[in-house]
Structures are given as C-alpha cells and as structure tokens.
C-alpha cells in the first residue's frame, strides 16, 4: 500500500465507513499498484452524480451483498475513481470534493485547483 498521505502531504483522514469505502475497504482512500482505477478522490455522492454514474455503465445505487457492497445513497461518502470524478466534473455532475480525505495520487488525474472548486472541507 501507498503511503497514507492527502492531496496536502499531510496525513490522510478517513473518508467513510457507513458504507464501508476505500480499495482495501479500510474506510480511507488509500492505494497501491494494484488499484488500477485510482480509488482516491473522497466524494460525498449526489442523486445526480450516482444517476450519472449509472448512466456511464457504473451503477453504485444496487446492492451487491455477494461483494459486501450496500449500495450507496446522496450523502454518503466514497472513494471514487480519480478519473471518474474528472470525467463527471466535465459533465457538470461531479459531486463535492473532501481534500483532507482524498489521496495524494489522484493528483495524477485531477489538478488540485480544480478539486479545490468542489471542496467540501475548506472554510
């Protein structure tokens, strides 16, 4: 596993665990080689984001217990794939961004100005 560090060098803070979120379902945005899509951008999910999601072949509404997966609902947080949240952000769909929660390797995909205009977590 990567190290466990923000978009700000700094620690990195859980992101949920009502569900349970993450690669390694450990409740942060962490990642490794293995994680191919870059789960590291924490997210609080919209009605609109999770309908989008859908609609782009990814359906996070419908439980699937055989992979202990709830199913998510507006207001829950998730790890989300880095390159997912900048393809929803193009699409005006993108949903509010936790930085503090979010790993430093979605810097890879998102610039962190632009993560910035959705931040949740920044006074």
């Known amino acids: 596993m990567d190290d466990s ?3 700000f060098g700094e620690k990195l803070e859980t992101c ?9 379902r ?9 994680d ?5 951008v924490c997210v609080e999910v919209t009605d609109d984001f999770l309908s989008y999601s859908r609609s782009r072949g990814n359906d996070l509404v419908t439980p699937m217990p055989a992979y202990g ?3 998510l609902k507006a207001g829950d947080r998730w790890c ?3 390159a997912r ?5 193009q699409a005006d769909m993108a949903p509010r961004v936790f930085l503090r929660r979010t790993h430093m390797r979605a810097l890879e995909v998102v ?13």
């Open 26 to 34: 450990d409740g942060c945005c962490n990642t490794s080689e293995q």
């Open 16 to 24: 949920g665990e009502e569900p349970m979120t993450g690669f390694f």
């Open 36 to 40: 191919v899509g870059s789960h590291t």
């Open 5 to 7: 560090v923000n978009v």
């Open 85 to 89: 949240w900048l393809e929803a952000q």
């Open 111 to 123: 610039p962190l100005e632009l993560m910035r205009q959705y931040a949740a977590d920044l006074n």
């Open 80 to 82: 989300l794939c880095a």
């Open 69 to 71: 997966f709830p199913g």
